[in-house]
C-alpha cells in the first residue's frame, strides 16, 4: 500500500510571507494532485502533474513534481488570508483495485 | 451548471442504528466515488460506482455498502453504527472512473454516532 506523507502537518504564519508544503513517498507516481479544503466544504483539485520534474503555477501557487515521480512541493508566495485551508495531496494506485489515495493534508492558517 | 449535492448535510445517529447518505452527481457524470474523512485517517476511499456497478472497494468492513442507480445518482448505507463511524463522508463525481477524468467533490455529510 503506497503512503503519501505530508509535511509540516500544520503550518500558521503571517500575512505576505511564503511556504513551501511536501508530500513524499516510496512509491512512484504516474501523476500527482493537488487539493485544497476550506472548512465545511469538499476538496477541489488544484493541478495534477504528470512529468518527472515538472513545474505548474496556479498564480501565486507554485507546484513541482519531483524527478523521480516520487515527491511533490508546493510553493505559496506572499500568502494571504484566502489561502487558509487543508492542502491534500493524492496519488491513484495501480492494480485491479484502482483508487485514489490521499496523505493526511497540511492544515494551513495565514493571519491578517 | 449545479455541483455535486449530498444530503443531509448533518446527522445525528445512536449506536447500532444503520444510515443512508445521499450524493446526486453533476449531470453527466457517470462516475461517483464515496470517501471517509476522519481527523485521525485523513480521507479513505470506500467504493466507486460507474454505470450502475460498484468497480472498486476500499478496506472497509460489510457494514459499509453502497449502490448508484440508472441516473447516476448514489446512495451509500451503513449498518449497525459504531462511534468510531463518526466522520464526514464525501461524495465525489466524474465523467467516466478511475481517474480518467478529475474528481468534483461534495461538501459532505458530516454524521455523528453517539
Known amino acids: 500500500t503506497q503512503l503519501l506523507e505530508q509535511s509540516p502537518q500544520f503550518l500558521s504564519i503571517q500575512e505576505g510571507e511564503n511556504l513551501t508544503v511536501y508530500c513524499n513517498s516510496s512509491?512512484?507516481?504516474?501523476?500527482l494532485q493537488w487539493y485544497r479544503q476550506e472548512p465545511g466544504e469538499g476538496p477541489v483539485l488544484l493541478v495534477t502533474?504528470?512529468?518527472?520534474?515538472e513545474v505548474k503555477k496556479l498564480k501565486r501557487l507554485t507546484f513541482q513534481f519531483g524527478d523521480a515521480r516520487k515527491d511533490s512541493s508546493l510553493h505559496i508566495t506572499a500568502a494571504q488570508p484566502g489561502d487558509t485551508g487543508l492542502y491534500l495531496c493524492a496519488a491513484y494506485s495501480g492494480g485491479s483495485n484502482y483508487k485514489l489515495t490521499f496523505g493526511k493534508g497540511t492544515l494551513l492558517t495565514v493571519n491578517p | 451548471k449545479a455541483g455535486v449535492t449530498q444530503t443531509p448535510r448533518y446527522l445525528i445517529k445512536t449506536r447500532g442504528q444503520q444510515v443512508t447518505l445521499s450524493c446526486s452527481p453533476i449531470s453527466g457524470h457517470r462516475s461517483v466515488s464515496w470517501y471517509q474523512q476522519t481527523p485521525g485517517q485523513g480521507l479513505q476511499f470506500l467504493f466507486e460506482y460507474f454505470s450502475e456497478t460498484q468497480r472498486n472497494k476500499g478496506n472497509f468492513p460489510g457494514r459499509f455498502s453502497g449502490r448508484q442507480f440508472s441516473n447516476s445518482r448514489s446512495e451509500m448505507n451503513v449498518s449497525t453504527l459504531e462511534l468510531g463511524d463518526s466522520a464526514l463522508y464525501l461524495c465525489?463525481?466524474?465523467?467516466?472512473?478511475?481517474?480518467?477524468?478529475?474528481?468534483?467533490f461534495g461538501n459532505g455529510t458530516r454524521l455523528t454516532v453517539t
Open positions: 502533474v504528470v512529468t518527472g520534474g
Open positions: 512509491s512512484v507516481f504516474s501523476s
Open positions: 465525489a463525481s466524474s465523467l467516466a472512473p478511475r481517474g480518467a477524468s478529475p474528481l468534483h
